[in-house]
């Protein structure tokens, strides 16, 4: 928020006379009591002769293209002869009789723009009649020559006084939780605890800020009908009434000079007057056209496609979420936003309806952005505005424009909705001196929350605090201790930095996971994030089964991209879609894996109990199992060359037997034993994909994906994948000692036939049940097909490692333990040794 240094010393010095500081010590005010401040700049500085002017004459010199005035100004014993100015200006909106500021030759005005007397449009001007932009109280152009009451001074005074020149604007940068700052009222406020002052609250006593209200009448009877629908959730609705003003009265320099200071552009009396108590206090208002409003007033939601002109002159379309204020022949205004152009204040407005309201914040805060309209009053409302002073501000508002354009209050007031009363907040004593680790006194807690507004009543060591209408931010114990800490220094709580407890380590879930990606890595693959949204429609396309379990996603109500609105159930969409953008750019060699959580529905929706207070048991339960499941799982991809060609000859493809061995190296680094069989699960294809087995229990597949998918998402022939649910696999901790032996190893082989449909790690098994103990590895290095074998027969050739602990074996003993292996093959597959 912009405001004038002087203006809130100013309300400051009413109840602390001769209190003053500088622009630094200002500014350390605002931050001790958490406010940051984006700067603080001074009027710029006049030197020279700056003096008050009275315009004697006006000579109209309309020989030129531009209108062009050439005024006599008695400016005193300024010039040194007490005779009249004579000096060339091109604003119109001064008479003759006005007081004026006049910069004199040898003048400097901000900028270095120095005066002289120069000859121009056929006329020597002495000088310069200034606007607030020239004085640098405003950087709009287009601010007009400036008007001072008669009696501010005598013709030749110096102006800088009168003006205020020596002022500092500030730029406060008010936090969204404390609107109520967004005033000279809370600013003042704050700055009464920074400085140690007494608090005058210009809201109760209006008199501080320079307020008569003894000639507003009491209010008697209704002023206009007003019908308040209840979707609008409006809170409070106030109208009062000035009628027979001066449409040509202009407000007068100091409020212009608050208004331009603030950042807020005079326009007219009525305009500038609520701008004016809007800074002031707080509270955003709007003033009507009296004349233009036809019967009652109706505020409203507005209907779907509405068309509304705000006072920006932008026609908008309106949505059925905005409030909108409505007489008999249309929408008036756009509710805590901005009004509109059809009761807007002009030349001609001689009545004047005020409105001051207090909105639904977050609808303002919807209708704002809805419509890319920030306004000052949007501002305000959509931070909260004190509920309790739209009477005040009403009443000040008509005292101020009777005072500067005439006119009449009239008695009727209208207003609609009470005061809501603040719910209590119970807080221990001693619960800020807990959270700080500083001692902070049963008084002094009591004390702060007071100073900010709160009432207090003390059961014990138990504070029933009530905070102001003003504070809506105030809703727990947590921010009462924060009004506490804040206001006796934040910078007075010690930095203890707390020493750190010695840790375990990662946890058996956390290594399994780490070594899963390790082993992944050093195989070959890249690592991808894969994202848990995936495309509405992934499943159709791979023509899965209605009551497919991986059917059973979560559906987000409010995605990102509508097209992917649910969770994936199975990391392989996103894992597939990366796939797809690394071919589309060249890169046809590709292999990643990917570690991350899928979900899948266990409810249609949660119970949404009361926070009144804690759920009970039961409920906790069922919320805890309305939440969905989310298995962490790991899924490889890869399509194009495993092995690189190169000068060291042809590439390998990758095949769907390697991307069953990527789920071997997930079980290794595991530490689990993997079983394989052969399975038809879609996306795979039918002939070339592995169910994977713990214990009988399928944890995931690997293959061939099936080429009608890999045809729909557009991906290359042959490409393979694998997933494997890692949550499924068992979590044991297993940390061997290793057995090492210093008698060396003896190798062999053995082919076994047997029919084409066992697989080979069947086989493989039951070799390494029947070699005994003494086997210390055994591998698959060929399996071989011929018409010699016989039709549906295949060889399965295994390489044999023998060692023992406490000899060098000899080959009998190792041929003794390989035939052994292959008698048990023979009994429980029917093999043959083939020689």
């Known amino acids: 928020m912009h405001i004038a240094q002087n203006w809130v010393t100013g309300l400051l010095g009413h109840a602390n006379t001769g209190f003053g500081v500088s622009p630094a010590e200002l500014d350390g005010g605002y931050v001790r009591v958490g406010f940051e401040t984006e700067g603080y700049e001074p009027i710029p500085e006049t030197t020279g002769p700056l003096v008050i002017g009275v315009v004697k004459n006006i000579e109209e010199l309309t020989e030129f293209k531009k209108p062009i005035r050439y005024c006599l100004v008695d400016v005193g014993q300024a010039n040194g002869t007490g005779e009249l100015q004579g000096i060339v200006c091109g604003a119109r909106n001064f008479v003759e009789g006005d007081t004026v500021v ?59 006084e009168v003006l205020g020149l020596s002022d500092t604007a500030f730029e406060v940068n008010v936090t969204p939780d404390r609107g109520y700052a967004l005033s000279a009222r809370g600013l003042t406020r704050e700055l009464a605890s920074a400085f140690g002052l007494e608090y005058a609250d210009v809201a109760k006593q209006p ?10 009448p009491a209010p008697d009877g209704e002023l206009l009908d007003i019908d308040i629908r209840p979707e609008t959730k409006t809170v409070r609705f106030g109208l009062r009434k000035v009628t027979g003003i001066d449409p040509a009265a202009e407000s007068p320099f100091w409020l212009q000079r608050e208004l331009m200071l603030s950042g807020q552009r005079p326009v007219n009396a009525a305009t500038d007057v609520t701008n004016y108590i809007m800074l002031l206090l707080g509270q955003p208002m709007h003033a009507f056209d009296a004349g233009r409003i036809t019967g009652g007033l109706t505020v409203r939601n507005a209907e779907a496609g509405e068309k509304f002109e705000t006072l920006d002159h932008v026609k908008r379309e309106l949505s059925a979420e905005d409030v ?47 419509h890319k309209l920030s306004s000052e009053a949007s501002r305000r409302f959509e931070r909260t ?35 809501p009363a603040m719910p209590a907040i119970t807080m221990d004593v001693h619960h800020p001196s807990q959270l700080a680790g500083v001692e902070y006194s049963r008084e002094t807690v009591i004390a702060r929350l007071e100073e900010v507004g709160c009432t207090v009543v003390a059961e014990g060591d138990q504070l029933q605090v009530t905070p102001p209408t003003w504070r809506a931010d105030l809703t727990i114990p947590a921010d009462l201790v924060e009004e506490v800490l804040r206001l006796e220094g934040l910078e007075d709580i010690p930095l203890v930095l707390p020493t750190p407890v010695g840790g375990r380590g990662l946890s058996p879930a956390q ?14 693959y890249a690592e991808i994030l894969p994202s848990p949204f995936i495309a509405n429609d992934t499943f159709d396309v791979w023509g899965l089964a209605a009551d497919d379990e991986r059917r059973n996603a979560v559906t987000v109500q409010n995605p990102l991209e509508s097209d992917r609105a649910i969770l994936g159930t199975t990391l392989l969409p996103t894992m597939l879609d990366a796939v797809v953008r690394n071919v589309s750019r060249g890169r046809h060699d590709v292999s990643l894996f990917g570690l991350q959580q899928v979900s899948f529905a266990r409810a249609e929706r ?28 790991v899924a490889t991809v890869a399509t194009g060359n495993l092995e690189l060609e ?41 002939g070339r994909c592995a169910a994977l087995l713990i214990d009988g229990t399928v944890v995931g597949h690997a293959g061939e994906l099936h080429p009608q998918v890999l045809e729909a998402l557009g991906l290359p022939e042959r490409t393979c994948a ?72 295949k060889s399965l050739a295994f390489s044999l490692l023998f060692r023992a602990t406490d000899r060098t074996l000899t080959d009998e003993e190792a041929n003794e333990h390989r035939l052994a292996a292959a008698a048990l093959a023979k009994e429980r597959f029917g093999a043959e040794m083939r020689a």
């Open 646 to 686: 190169g000068p060291w000859g042809q590439g390998r493809a990758y095949t769907w037997a390697d991307a069953i061995e990527s789920a071997r190296v997930v079980a290794r680094a595991a530490d689990v034993e993997l079983d394989v069989e052969s399975a038809d699960v879609l996306p795979w294809h039918p």
């Open 102 to 160: 006049v910069s004199l030759p040898g003048a400097v005005l901000p900028g270095g723009f120095a005066i002289a007397a120069r000859e121009t449009y056929g006329h020597v001007s002495n000088g310069m009649i200034c606007s607030a932009s020239e004085l640098g109280f405003t950087d709009k152009q287009n601010a007009g020559i400036i008007t001072l009451d008669p009696a501010s001074g005598q013709p030749g005074d110096d102006a800088r």
């Open 511 to 524: 290594r399994r996971r780490r070594a899963v990606g390790h082993a992944l890595a050093y195989n070959g």
């Open 606 to 633: 949660s119970a949404m109990p009361s926070v009144a207070a804690r759920p009970d048991e039961a409920t906790v339960a069922e919320l805890i199992n309305s939440l969905p499941h989310q298995p962490l799982h």
């Open 324 to 370: 909108v204020i409505c007489d008999e022949t249309g929408i008036q205004s756009m509710a805590g936003v901005m009004g509109g152009t059809r009761s807007e204040i002009s030349d001609e407005t001689t009545d004047v309806y005020f409105e001051a309201a207090i909105w639904d914040p977050k609808t303002v805060a919807r209708t704002s952005r809805r």
């Open 722 to 793: 694998m997933e494997l649910d890692l949550s499924a696999l068992p979590l044991t901790e297993n940390l061997p000692a290793p057995v090492l032996s210093s008698y060396p190893g003896l190798h062999q082989d053995i082919a076994l036939v047997v029919d084409e449909d066992i697989p080979a790690e069947q086989v493989r098994r039951v070799v390494e049940e029947g070699a005994g103990e003494l086997l210390e590895e055994v591998k698959l290095f060929d399996i071989y097909r011929s018409e010699q074998l016989g039709e549906g027969r």
């Open 207 to 216: 008199e501080v800020a320079g307020f008569d209200l003894a000639g507003v």
């Open 385 to 419: 505005v004190d509920p309790a002073i739209v009477e005040v501000a009403l009443d000040m508002a008509c005292a101020l424009l009777v005072d500067i354009a005439g006119g009449t209050i009239n008695a009727e007031r209208t207003i609609i909705g009470d005061v």
